[in-house]
């Protein structure tokens, strides 16, 4: 059915989860936070699992604009989420950065 494709089988979980070897997921250049697309296929019974090329690589979305971040695709909305955080630089300098980021665009 399908040219140059690796053969595997796998068994579905409990949950009705299917886990993918390590080894497939890096061929894709898969990672635990990336968004596939699942398409069923009823005549063929078979499921078409794919990536689509654009989607945010912090909240998953494909619907938004993008903006390339050092190779990766940002939606406005995280991109503008970002911009709007206030870091104390001297704090980074320091080593007193925590968690505890103003996310606000106030002055």
């Not at 894709?28 to 968004?35: A, I, N, Q, Y």
């Not at 794919?50 to 945010?56: E, L, Q, R, S």
């Not at 940002?74 to 709007?84: F, L, N, P, R, Y």
Request: hydrophobic share 35%; glycine share 6%.
């Amino acid at each position: 059915m399908f040219k140059n494709c690796l053969d595997l089988k796998a068994e579905i979980r409990e949950d009705g989860t299917i886990k993918l070897p390590e080894e497939f997921l890096s061929a894709l250049g898969w990672t635990p936070k990336t968004v596939v697309q699942i398409e069923f296929e009823q005549e063929g019974k078979c499921l078409i699992v794919t990536a689509p090329f654009d989607y945010c690589c912090i909240c998953g979305t494909s619907e938004n604009p993008f903006f390339n971040v050092m190779g990766k695709h940002v939606c406005e909305d995280c991109q503008q989420m970002i911009a709007s955080v206030k870091i104390d630089k001297s704090k980074i300098l320091n080593g007193q950065l925590n968690d505890n980021l103003d996310y606000t665009n106030e002055e």
